[in-house]
């Protein structure tokens, strides 16, 4: 604290006037900046104890810290008026020619402008005679404290910059260049931050003594980047900022999954603030964990993979959904708004996954703690010849290793549908899978077969529109009871194993469908 006396010599005086309105929040948040001021400490590496306070300056010397922010001033400004990029470039100008150490350019523009001021000095002299010789006519010149004044020129680079630089654009075809304001906010905002990292990097160069080592935090470099342009840019910046005489460490700040899917799990540091407290977790933690375990090489190099062809945006969610198919996601979020409509409010990260490969999320999704929902497939198969079978078939079992494996751990299915519901959860993390639409009824084996099951009352009433409409006039006739088109879901289901898509369609162009009882369970325990 730099003045404590006077702190409280306010704070006494504010609550004599205020009373009980007096807020020591309040208060604090105002005056903070006034009576408290940073201190630096060197601290021993042997003995923490051990410590002497230094000056910043010297703080400085041992480490350095520099920031790029979002740069919000970067818009569509008409005229060209913000000249963003040009003030860009006048600021590294002015680095490279404030120390002794100056460029060679830096020295020649100065010459030239110091022979260019030379010129303008005469001509000065001609255009302003007239003027002067007139103001003799009024004692200036001729009477001691009123002196004759001279026009000169003084020509300061960085004045020169300042205002009167600006960037263009070679416009293919013509000889005409296009103005700054001209281009894409991306690219503006890509060249901007460019030439600030470069900035400091030659700034870095020059000091002496140099620092250990220097921080640089970029801010959202995301902005106004196309997801092509933001891999480009973290490959890019990457590899400058590893050049060798450059002690640097980069702290990025993003919402960008494209960012953080061509950084590697090493680089990540995802907050956490799903609890009370903020969390900061260190994935290149998660990264050797994860190698310890078996197959967890394999594991790895699966994510790492899916997160760079596919999307990795569950870094940034509020909920996780893992699916198995295309189906699944052209339903999902129609499936939200019918039974978890406060979900809709919320970032949910959907990802199709496949029927095999769920599990591989297990690890990952522990570690990040993020409320999620596995969806997948009760996969009964025959136990004699392990072929796919309907889920009351004698003895039948789940080929799906998320269910044997992982949640609820069971591998026979009659097991499975009775589960308790704690049984489907593992954390943060629940599993949904076909169950009865009611004790004692049918179950399917498949998203499919839940979906006709859930709604056999609805495909009697409008097969005649459904354009797959033949799958299931070939099981159960052209007028089918619900109960009947309920019986024959698995057979119906398997006729349609090679249209999933058209089934997904056909139930979005069909009025008054149910979501499924495993898929809405799960989806409500999700919303709590």
């Known amino acids: 604290m730099k003045r404590p006396r006077?702190?409280?010599?306010?704070?006494?005086?504010?609550?004599?006037?205020?009373?009980?309105?007096?807020?020591?929040?309040?208060?604090?948040?105002?005056?903070?900046?006034?009576?408290?001021?940073?201190?630096?400490?060197?601290?021993?590496a042997l003995d923490p104890n051990v410590r002497r306070e230094i000056t910043p300056a010297a703080a400085r010397r041992v480490l350095s810290v520099k920031s790029i922010h979002a740069q919000p001033r970067i818009d569509d400004v008409p005229a060209d008026r913000a000249r963003t990029l040009s003030k860009t470039f006048e600021t590294f100008y002015k680095?490279?020619?404030?120390?002794?150490?100056?460029?060679?350019?830096?020295?020649?523009?100065?010459?030239?402008?110091?022979?260019?001021?030379?010129?303008?000095d005469t001509n000065y002299d001609v255009l302003f005679r007239p003027i002067l010789d007139e103001l003799r006519t009024f004692g200036v010149g001729t009477i001691a404290p009123l002196q004759t004044p001279e026009i000169i020129s003084l020509i300061e680079s960085g004045d020169i910059l300042r205002g009167s630089t600006r960037i263009q654009y070679a416009s293919p075809g013509s000889d005409h260049p296009l103005p700054e304001g001209h281009n894409g906010l991306g690219y503006s905002k890509l060249?901007?931050?460019?030439?600030?990292?470069?900035?400091?990097?030659?700034?870095?160069?020059?000091?002496k003594p140099r620092p250990a080592l220097q921080l640089l935090f970029i801010e959202e470099p995301e902005a106004h980047l196309h997801p092509q342009m933001q891999e480009a840019f973290i490959s890019n910046i990457n590899r400058l900022l590893e050049r060798e005489e450059w002690a640097v460490q980069a702290v990025l700040t993003t919402h960008s999954s494209h960012i953080v899917a061509s950084s590697g799990f090493g680089a990540v540091r995802y907050?956490?603030?799903?609890?009370?407290?903020?969390?900061?977790?260190?994935?290149?933690?998660?990264?050797?964990?994860?190698?310890?375990?078996?197959?967890?090489?394999?594991?790895?190099?699966?994510?790492?993979?899916?997160?760079?062809t596919h999307r990795c945006d569950m870094f940034f969610a509020d909920r996780i959904i893992l699916i198995e198919g295309t189906a699944e996601r052209l339903l999902l979020r129609a499936m939200i708004s019918k039974c978890a409509p406060?979900?809709?409010?919320?970032?949910i990260s959907i990802i199709e996954v496949g029927d095999a490969y769920a599990a591989r999320f297990k690890s990952l999704l522990e570690f990040l703690g993020v409320p999620a929902l596995v969806v997948t497939d009760l996969d009964s198969v025959d136990p004699a010849t392990k072929k796919r079978c309907a889920p009351d078939t004698g003895g039948a079992l789940t080929s799906n290793a998320t269910l044997k494996d992982w949640m609820p751990k069971l591998s026979e299915v009659k097991a499975l549908m009775?589960?308790?519901?704690?049984?489907?959860?593992?954390?943060n993390v629940r599993v949904a899978y076909e169950v009865p639409e009611s004790d004692g009824g049918p179950c399917g084996r498949s998203f499919e077969d839940a979906m006709i099951i859930a709604n056999a009352d609805m495909f009697s009433r409008n097969l005649g529109t459904l354009a797959l409409k033949n799958a299931f006039t070939s099981e159960v006739g052209i007028m089918p009871s619900p109960e009947t088109i309920a019986a024959a879901a698995f057979p119906i289901a398997e006729r349609l194993s090679r249209k999933k898509t058209d089934f997904a369609f056909d139930m979005v162009l069909t009025e008054g469908w149910t979501v499924p009882r495993y898929i809405r369970e799960g989806l409500q325990w999700l919303m709590r």
């Not at 306010?10 to 201190?39: E, I, M, V």
């Not at 680095?95 to 303008?120: G, P």
């Not at 407290?277 to 990264?287: I, R, T, Y």
């Not at 994860?290 to 993979?305: D, E, I, V, Y």
């Open 6 to 44: 006077d702190l409280l010599e306010q704070a006494d005086a504010a609550l004599a006037r205020q009373g009980p309105a007096f807020d020591w929040g309040k208060f604090l948040r105002k005056n903070f900046s006034t009576f408290y001021a940073p201190s630096y400490w060197a601290v021993s």
């Open 95 to 120: 680095a490279n020619s404030a120390d002794e150490e100056r460029n060679q350019n830096v020295e020649e523009i100065e010459q030239a402008l110091a022979v260019a001021s030379k010129s303008i």
């Open 191 to 207: 060249i901007s931050t460019v030439v600030q990292v470069i900035g400091f990097y030659h700034a870095y160069l020059r000091l």
């Open 271 to 308: 907050f956490d603030s799903n609890g009370p407290a903020l969390k900061v977790k260190d994935l290149s933690g998660f990264e050797h964990t994860t190698k310890q375990q078996t197959n967890g090489k394999t594991t790895l190099q699966f994510l790492a993979q899916y997160m760079h």
């Open 342 to 347: 406060e979900l809709a409010n919320q970032y």
């Open 418 to 427: 009775h589960a308790p519901a704690g049984a489907k959860v593992c954390g």
